[in-house]
């Protein structure tokens, strides 16, 4: 098992920046690809971004330009960088951990909520 605690959200005015935190624990020497999905209500969940152990990265179109995934492999932590943020980035987002398996299992953080308003 693998737990996944949020950290980082929270309300900000449209243009400004936030950083999400997400550390594992447990096993966690299974985990490949982390990151994280976003779901605005009325609206189907959505990846954002993901990296994989290695460092590859992968990013939504919407916040391309605009936010940096990065992980610590000591730490067991993804990051999110929220920059120049919109309105429509208004969502929970839930960091996730997929393993190594066949096919790869996610487990999931508990949802941190980002709200973009003036």
């Known amino acids: 098992q693998v737990q996944l605690v949020e950290s980082g959200g929270g309300l900000v005015q449209p243009g400004g920046s936030l950083r999400l935190s997400c550390a594992a624990s447990?096993?966690?020497?299974?985990?490949?690809?982390m990151g994280w999905y976003r779901q605005a209500p009325g609206k189907e969940r959505e990846l954002v971004a993901d990296?994989?152990?290695?460092?590859?990265?992968n990013y939504a179109d919407s916040v391309k330009g605009r936010f940096t995934i990065s992980r610590d492999n000591v730490k067991n932590t993804v990051y999110l960088q929220m920059n120049s943020l919109k309105p429509e980035d208004t969502a929970v987002y839930y960091c996730?951990?997929?393993?190594?398996?066949?096919?790869?299992?996610?487990?999931w953080g508990q949802g941190t909520q980002v709200t973009v308003s003036s």
């Open positions: 996730y951990a997929e393993n190594y398996g066949s096919p790869p299992y996610k487990y």
């Open positions: 447990g096993s966690i020497f299974g985990i490949n690809t």
């Open positions: 990296i994989t152990r290695g460092g590859r990265t």
